[in-house]
Every structure is written in C-alpha cells, then in structure tokens.
C-alpha cells in the first residue's frame, strides 16, 4: 500500500511538472545572461576562502526553451505501471530567424551569436547543456535526483560521477560536475536561475574533492513570445519591468534558510538581480560525509512578479547524497505584507 501511493505521488508530481512548469510543452522565450566566476578563469589566483568574482558576459542570448513528453517502446512483459513508459525531454536551443515577429531583429541577434562563437563564448558551451536527466521519469520526482515541483516552482538537477560511468537510479556522488536549477513560473512569465558546480582540476584526484561555483545563468523567459516585445500593436511594458527591472528583492530575502555552522556560512553567497530577484546560494559545496557534520546546502530564489511575493528553497543533502532533495519549500506572502509578516527565527527549517 505504501509504495502504492509512492507511485501515485510519482506520477502526480510528473503529470503537475509537464502540464504547470512545462505547460504541456509549450515554448519559453527568453534572455539568458551568464555569469562566470573567477575559480575557472584562466590567470586568475584566488586566496583561500575568498569569495570568487563574478564576470558577467556582455552577450545576452536569446533561447528557446520547452519540455516535451515521449513514450519509450515497451518491453517483454509491459511496463510495470502507466507511467512508466513516458519521459520527459528537455529542449533548449539558440533563436533562430523564423522565432521573430518583428523585422530585421533576428539578424541582429544571430549575427551577435555567430561573433560570441568566434570568440569561445558562444552558445554551444551554455545552451543545451544538461540541468535535468536526459529523459525525466515520474522515478525521478522521489529526491534522490534532486528533481521536484511544488505550487508554480520547480527544480530539476543533473550530474556526473568523479569516478566510473552514470548509471539509471543511481544518484550516489562524489561528482566531477553537478548542476542544479530553479524556476518560478507566474501567468505567462518564468524566472529560471541555473548554478553549474565543477571539481578544480588540480582535485580530481582527491577522494572526495569540493565543487564550485564555475557559472550561473538567469533566465527571463515569457511564454510563446519574448519578453521585451517589440511591436507597436502589443508593448507589455509590466512584463519587462517584472523581468529586467531593478535588483534586488526589497528588504533582502523574505525568508532567510539556515546555512549551517560559521564556517559553512562563509561558503554562501548573496547576489540581487534584476527583475526583483534575489538569490543565495553555496560557491563551494564539500562532498566529505564528515564536513561541516554532515549539514546539507540550500540554494534560493525570491521573486515578486506581482502582488505575490515568491520564495522557493531548495534544501539538499550532504555528503555523498549532495545531489538528492531534502525539501523544496515554497513561500508565499502579500509582496505588500513582507515587512509586516518577515520571519524573524534567524534562519529555520519550515515546519513539516
């Protein structure tokens, strides 16, 4: 009976993502801006424990995102429940012509694309690269694989061992790569926030080296169009002012998480983005079961789109389980009420 409901719960979370965050494989056009941070820059040294710095990449891509259901062949004997047989697929790639509207704005942005490739900064290295298993199941909506949806945010996570081949079901670190996102859709918008984690190179030999921080991307995204349109006949100037209007969520995270001991504390970061966005967020998570006694990560994302005020936590594990969700916890609050209504535990787990 109870892994009845598991499945159940499985195939919920499964059908909610693909019809709510996906809505059924519709398409997102967005901006995307990359961040890249100082620990891969080549001749730049960093101090231990110093905060790495953060280059922001003058090239704004123009992406076109959607997730899509596919049905694999069944097996001898059938599948074992309905699900089973469907995955989900993500699809990202760079604008292309026939994605404009309006005249003449596409050759400008393919020939911006074409000069960033030319200089090792194209969108080869950043879009498409993998956030989520290459075909999500409803089996990955359990944690393990840090997959998972709640009201209208969602968070997906991808992988790739330190050592040895991926392997189906098997969410076991430590890991060279690890990445991990975080969304919040609202009406037509979507607010997406993508952390990319990497093993120094001088580490790989370590039993269980450290990840950081080598990018971050933010995704401002609207639905079937894009976000800044620019026709004459339909300018929705409240959709860019909620996606590219000033940094920073007010008064600073509604909601602060708990982020360990002092020592784990100082491997956090705290950056405002534009659109009213907040984010935090580990530069160096440690795989070592024994650091910091075993206490997880949490990343975050606080957005006011409108007269609701998001925050979504992503709380994962420690250790060799860094990858797998402990909780995605969504707040929600009158954005005209935060100050009246802001937690003041100094940063506590919700009550489950």
Avoid at 219 to 246: M, Q, Y
Avoid at 287 to 307: I, K, M
Avoid at 343 to 350: K, V
Wanted: proline share 5%.
């Amino acid at each position: 009976m109870r892994e009845e409901r598991r499945l159940g719960n499985d195939e919920y979370q499964f059908e909610t993502y693909h019809a709510e965050c996906l809505k059924s494989g519709d398409e997102f056009k967005g901006e995307w801006t990359v961040y890249r941070t100082s620990t891969f820059m080549e001749g730049v040294v960093e101090e231990d424990g110093a905060f790495p710095r953060f280059k922001k990449e003058e090239y704004v891509r123009k992406v076109v995102t959607c997730g899509k259901k596919i049905m694999l062949d069944a097996p001898p004997g059938g599948f074992e429940f309905r699900l089973d047989g469907e995955r989900i697929v993500h699809q990202e790639r760079l604008a292309e012509a026939y994605d404009f509207e309006e005249d003449g704005e596409w050759e400008e942005v393919i020939a911006a694309a074409k000069a960033a490739a030319e200089e090792g900064g194209g969108g080869e290295e950043v879009v498409g690269k993998s956030y989520a298993p290459k075909q999500t199941s409803s089996f990955d909506f359990r944690g393990p694989a840090g997959v998972m949806c709640v009201g209208n945010c969602y968070t997906v996570s991808d992988a790739i061992p330190l050592r040895g081949e991926k392997e189906e079901h098997n969410f076991d670190g430590p890991f060279y790569e690890m990445r991990s996102e975080i969304g919040i859709q609202y009406k037509r918008m979507r607010y997406r926030v993508k952390w990319d984690y990497r093993v120094k190179a001088n580490a790989k030999e370590e039993e269980t080296p450290a990840l950081h921080l080598h990018s971050m991307i933010v995704c401002r995204e609207t639905r079937e169009r894009w976000p800044r349109h620019k026709s004459g006949r339909n300018v929705d100037d409240s959709i860019s002012e909620k996606l590219f209007g000033a940094p920073g969520a007010q008064g600073g995270l509604f909601d602060k998480p708990p982020v360990g001991s002092e020592e784990q504390a100082s491997q956090y970061m705290l950056l405002d983005l534009e659109g009213g966005a907040t984010v935090l967020f580990p530069h160096k998570i440690d795989q070592d079961p024994e650091a910091h006694g075993g206490f997880g990560w949490v990343q975050t994302l606080d957005w006011s789109p409108g007269r609701i005020r998001y925050q979504a936590d992503k709380k994962i594990r420690g250790g060799k389980e860094v990858r797998g969700l402990r909780t995605l916890e969504l707040s929600e609050i009158e954005a005209a009420d935060v100050d009246k209504w802001r937690p003041n535990d100094s940063g506590t787990d919700m009550r489950q």
